[in-house]
């Protein structure tokens, strides 16, 4: 599934994307290759809900590198509208996703939407991959809700890896 094709559908049905202009994908391709420095949650607010757009199209291109692919699902956790929601959501079950690419794709849906993303993130306690769970695991202590401690409660009965159950606090 190419996920640029379901962003361009969601960001025709949202106008407001289209008040200021998407930055170079140079630009943003620049900020997302730094190696010493990582931009500043301002330096991304900066450049506006419109860098989405950018983020995605990179993700989507397969010959952008992998680090830098797995930097734009990172970075879309900046722009905290329902188009963020459904690209990470995406790209969180994509059929044979990167363990790697999950996880930040997770750990942005809860720095993007707070506890609104419990129901999306709680899944993914559950994912074969401990790395993935101890994502999630993170994403939801971060939310503090008494929902989200049930969840976590749930996980820790059943949780045998050691490093998630580090994250768990067991």
Do not use: C, K, N
């Amino acid at each position: 599934m190419r996920f640029a094709f379901v962003l361009s559908l969601l960001l025709l049905a949202a106008p407001s994307f289209a008040q200021r202009g998407a930055p170079s994908r140079d630009q943003v391709r620049a900020m997302l290759s730094g190696v010493d420095t990582a931009p500043s949650d301002e330096a991304w607010r900066r450049l506006g809900p419109d860098t989405l757009a950018v983020l995605v199209a990179l993700y989507d291109d397969p010959s952008t590198p992998f680090f830098v692919r797995m930097r734009a699902v990172s970075a879309a956790a900046h722009y905290p509208t329902p188009a963020t929601r459904t690209f990470l959501e995406a790209v969180a079950r994509a059929p044979g996703q990167r363990d790697l690419i999950v996880r930040r794709a997770v750990v942005a849906l809860g720095r993007a939407f707070g506890a609104d993303a419990l129901d999306s993130v709680r899944p993914y306690l559950a994912h074969p991959e401990a790395s993935v769970r101890e994502g999630a695991v993170q994403t939801i202590l971060a939310m503090g809700t008494p929902a989200a401690q049930a969840a976590l409660r749930q996980r820790a009965a059943v949780e045998t890896d050691p490093t998630v159950r580090a994250a768990l606090g067991l």
